[in-house]
């Protein structure tokens, strides 16, 4: 049962709305019923982690005033210490477990998600009225799938966003837009912490949304053709090096994008190496012509500098052997680097 809102509508009254509701199935094509609803909504959350808390604390407040939600539940997965079910035991709020029983979303008005991490069913969509909005991390349509904040920080974007959408069946990320605002992306953030601003910022945008809801779903329109990219869920092979195909930026904005959740690995002498703390050095790079992944170290700066694609350079504070502590860039100089000529001295 898919929601269409007539445009022809006018709201005479601000806490009265008159909603014409189209349900379609393979049999009926034109059913037309009227929905009324009167304000404030009745809202059933759909979330599961640190970026859904900050759509759904706006919600919670918004519900403790009672002014723009009436009645608030909420539906997370089956781990019942993730931080969305915490919040609901702190705050008694109802949990439903996922997947949830349809009856229970009996008498809401609205869905509304953040960071769920389940491909909810047309069953569920329609079983709310006025359908379910999703808060995606990201511009729509750019960065389409599951990790939109870390692909904007590895493909080194400046400005990303905030979008709020309607939820399609069957699909992910491609329904009509409502809403949607700019996050700036700072030059070292890493997507831990643009993922935490930008969780705050979903939810500022995510109650706007429900704060106007007639309006914003009157001004609903489809993403643009053009400009469409992707950005599925990470994998370890997300985090794998070439100094041979990746300029030192290009790398320095995959350790961004993937510092704490996915290891940023290079190969030495056969050796798998995890990276743990690297820039880029401005200073180095461009003087001189040497082979990619050749790595030699510097004493003033106490760091390891390795050659990457177009002649630009990458430093290596500290680093981990495979299945070995971390340690710092001298100590594999002295344990690693000496015992090998020089001309071995190379990364992959």
């Not at 999703?134 to 799938?145: C, F, K, T, Y």
């Amino acid at each position: 049962m898919a929601l269409k809102t007539l445009r022809s509508i006018k709201y005479s009254v601000p806490e009265r709305l008159l909603f014409s509701c189209i349900h379609q199935n393979s049999k009926e094509t034109n059913i037309i019923t009227n929905h009324l609803h009167i304000r404030p909504w009745k809202v059933m959350f759909f979330g599961t982690d640190d970026f859904s808390l900050g759509s759904l604390t706006k919600l919670n407040e918004a519900f403790s005033s009672g002014t723009v939600i009436s009645r608030l539940e909420v539906v997370s997965s089956k781990y019942r210490l993730n931080p969305v079910r915490l919040f609901c035991q702190e705050k008694n709020l109802v949990a439903h477990e996922w997947p949830v029983d349809l009856r229970a979303l009996n008498d809401f008005d609205i869905g509304l998600v953040a960071s769920f991490g389940h491909l909810i069913p047309k069953s569920v969509i329609d079983a709310f009225p006025l359908g379910i909005l999703n808060v995606h991390g990201s511009l729509l349509p750019r960065w389409r799938g599951a990790a939109p904040v870390n692909y904007a920080v590895m493909h080194g974007d400046s400005v990303t966003g905030i979008s709020i959408m309607r939820i399609q069946p069957h699909e992910f990320d491609k329904g009509e837009v409502l809403k949607q605002r700019e996050v700036e992306i700072a030059p070292n953030e890493t997507a831990v912490n643009l993922r935490k601003r930008m969780s705050d910022i979903g939810g500022d945008v995510l109650l706007s949304c429900i704060q106007r809801l007639p309006q914003c779903l009157e001004d609903a329109r489809p993403q643009p053709k053009e400009g469409v990219t992707y950005a599925p869920k990470l994998t370890d092979d997300s985090g794998i090096v070439s100094f041979k195909t990746m300029t030192a930026q290009c790398i320095f904005n995959h350790f961004r994008a993937l510092h704490t959740i996915v290891p940023l690995v290079a190969t030495w002498m056969e050796m798998k190496i995890n990276l743990l703390d690297v820039s880029v050095d401005d200073a180095s790079s461009g003087t001189r012509t040497v082979l990619e992944g050749q790595v030699r170290y510097d004493k003033r700066g106490r760091h390891l500098v390795v050659t990457c694609s177009q002649n630009t350079h990458l430093i290596i504070k500290r680093l981990a052997p495979f299945k070995r502590k971390p340690m710092t860039a001298l100590e594999f100089y002295n344990g690693y680097l000496t015992k090998k000529n020089k001309s071995l001295w190379t990364f992959r």
